[in-house]
């Protein structure tokens, strides 16, 4: 064998050489396949045919080709590649960084080559020529020509290179991360020093005045920018004179142009301008806690309440009665705008005469809180005096309606001759004045109340005496002859009432039959004339009349006088009680003489009366 390799003569030795290690490995894989499993020998054919070691990051997928390599199919292999390294493929993907920027796009194998040894060199570029623009840091300024060691550490992939500034620059940070980690916010790569920051724009205090020349350590003490106070007074505490009783708002009065003098303009700058003598009056006058957090009221007596003399009686505001100019001065009192407008005799009243004392409100606003010694009525007639009094003049009550009362004046009541005294006895008991007409007229009243106290009834106001007295709504309505006579003819004094209702009463003199017949001559006679009388015995009474008994007189049988309470006296029905005198029998055949005797003559006797017993008769 060792002669077989040894060459011989140059170049056709070496091919006999390698024509030899070929059989040799045909050999070999031969007996590999006849002596292990399927799949087993594939796997051995592939190690045997492995052309070198993998870098120590693949070492353990060196013996699994197929993590790296597709069977057949040498196109698959960018894919396993991506597989494994999934931020690169995720970069492909979003063709951003070195990998994602490529054009077109390269083959992993074409950069990466494997199978060079442990510690082959997997990434290996020209540092001078690699375009970093490619990459999602552009380098620029003073970033240009430094080692890349300065910023991607040995042993560390390049894509863990850290983009922000402070990755690099922690030392460089004198704010110590108060600022936050966005560097080029302030901060250029021309040099750390040089800063592009606009504070006007980026903060929340922009810069005017003399701020606009203050160093930046004036303010931010120690590179601490973050949290540094934006008051006036966290750096001008020493120059506040006002040693913060005014608050910390410096900026409502003064500029950044100077601190004198100050610009604050109370009418515009706040809501209460200042007239007459508030502008003569210094701040801490009324600003007497810190400006801001004592809330200063604007109402007058949030100042003044020492100086009302009103006991807050009139209520807060002060400015309705009083100006700017004095306290003492009420120009703008406008008494028309209370609940008492001044009218009259009013307007001429002092203030003192009805407010005692300065506490305007309390003062009573009705007539009898300031007139109640000029009340003559002494309060009978209640405390609304408007009703009949006016503000001219208290006297003489121009107001007062009689006809709005329970008593409205007509006819004779309302002549002016007629007084109030004529009615109303004083003035105290106007309300209590009687409305009934005896009450005045009692002395008038000719009847003496014998017709009772309703003089209405018969009178009226327009005069006393009665103008016709209308008799049919009494008890004795006047018919016939009654009618033309004159009051005094049955009336014998004003006492009316007193006349008899019976006809008796006026014509006892006209009985002709002496009250025989009783005192109902009514029964009889009629109003329209004394002789006529219209009484039917024959319907009026039991007994009928026949014969000479219609021409008899009513005395012939009537003559015994007639009881109380009777028309007439009670008259037997029987003949022989009127004429027992002309019984010829003498009272041997009774008293029922109709029997025999006829009424037309004493003399007529009967047909068939002869011989006839006598009948039987009361005794």
């Not at 051995?44 to 699994?64: M, R, Y």
């Not at 910023?151 to 922000?164: D, F, L, M, Q, Y």
């Not at 800063?195 to 931010?220: E, N, S, W």
Request: hydrophobic share 25%; charged share 30%; glycine share 8%.
């Amino acid at each position: 064998m060792s002669s077989l390799c040894t060459p011989t003569d140059g170049g056709a030795g070496r091919r006999a050489t390698a024509r030899l290690l070929a059989a040799a490995a045909a050999l070999l894989l031969t007996l590999t396949l006849l002596w292990t499993p399927r799949g087993a020998a594939a796997q051995s054919i592939e190690s045997v045919l492995a052309p070198g070691a993998v870098i120590q990051g693949h070492v353990k997928v060196e013996t699994d080709c197929k993590s790296c390599h597709s069977r057949f199919d040498r196109s698959a292999q960018d894919g396993l590649c991506i597989a494994c390294h999934k931020e690169v493929g995720a970069d492909i993907r979003a063709h951003k960084g070195w990998h994602g920027k490529q054009q077109p796009q390269k083959q992993c194998r074409a950069c990466h080559l494997e199978h060079r040894g442990r510690n082959a060199a997997m990434a290996a570029f020209d540092h001078k020529t690699f375009d970093h623009r490619l990459t999602e840091f552009e380098l620029r300024d003073k970033h240009v020509g430094p080692d890349c060691a300065k910023c991607h550490v040995p042993g560390k992939r390049w894509r863990a290179a850290p983009e922000a500034c402070v990755g690099c620059h922690v030392k460089d940070d004198v704010h110590k991360s108060g600022l936050g980690r966005r560097c080029e916010e302030c901060h250029s790569a021309k040099g750390w020093k040089t800063t592009t920051f606009d504070h006007d724009t980026k903060t929340h205090f922009a810069l005017t005045g003399k701020h606009a020349q203050t160093k930046c350590d004036d303010c931010h003490a120690n590179g601490h920018y973050k949290d540094t106070p934006k008051a006036c007074l966290a750096c001008h505490r020493k120059k506040d004179e006002h040693k913060g009783q005014f608050g910390e708002k410096c900026e409502s009065c003064h500029s950044t142009e100077a601190w004198k003098p100050q610009t604050f303009r109370h009418d515009v700058d706040t809501h209460y301008a200042l007239e007459g003598k508030h502008r003569s009056v210094k701040c801490t006058a009324c600003h007497t806690g810190q400006l801001y957090v004592q809330k200063l009221g604007q109402a007058c007596i949030d100042c003044h309440v020492k100086d009302d003399k009103h006991k807050g009686d009139l209520g807060r505001a002060c400015a309705d009665c009083h100006s700017p100019r004095g306290w003492k001065e009420a120009p703008g009192f406008d008494h028309a705008t209370t609940r008492f407008p001044l009218r009259g005799a009013h307007e001429k009243v002092d203030c003192k005469d009805c407010h005692k004392d300065q506490q305007y409100r309390q003062t009573p606003d009705t007539c009898i809180g300031c007139h109640r010694k000029d009340d003559k009525h002494q309060g009978n007639l209640g405390e609304r005096c408007t009703e009949c009094h006016d503000e001219v003049k208290w006297k003489p009550a121009r107001g007062f309606d009689h006809q709005k009362t329970h008593f409205p004046l007509f006819n004779a009541h309302a002549s002016p001759k007629l007084r109030c005294a004529d009615c109303h006895e004083t003035l105290r008991a106007l309300r209590h004045t009687p409305l009934e007409c005896i009450a005045c007229h009692r002395r008038d009243d000719k009847h003496q109340g014998s017709l009772g106290e309703h003089c209405e009834s018969c009178h009226r106001d327009s005069g006393w005496k009665v103008a016709r007295f209308d008799h049919a709504k009494t008890r004795f309505p006047l018919l016939g002859a009654h009618l033309p006579l004159a009051c005094k003819s049955c009336h014998l004094s004003p006492r009316y009432r007193e006349a008899a209702r019976e006809c008796i009463g006026c014509h006892k003199k006209d009985d002709k039959h002496k009250q025989a017949f009783g005192t109902n001559c009514a029964s009889c006679h009629s109003v329209r004339a004394w002789p006529l009388w219209t009484f039917d015995h024959d319907r009026q009474t039991h007994e009928r009349l026949e014969g000479k008994h219609r021409q008899t007189a009513c005395a012939g049988c009537h003559t015994q006088p007639a009881p109380a309470g009777k028309a007439v006296a009670p008259t037997p029905q029987a003949c022989g009680a009127c004429h027992r005198k002309d019984d010829a029998h003498d009272g041997r055949f009774g008293n029922r003489c109709e029997t025999c005797h006829a009424a037309n003559d004493w003399n007529d006797v009967r047909p068939g009366a002869a011989g006839r017993p006598a009948a039987k008769g009361p005794n």
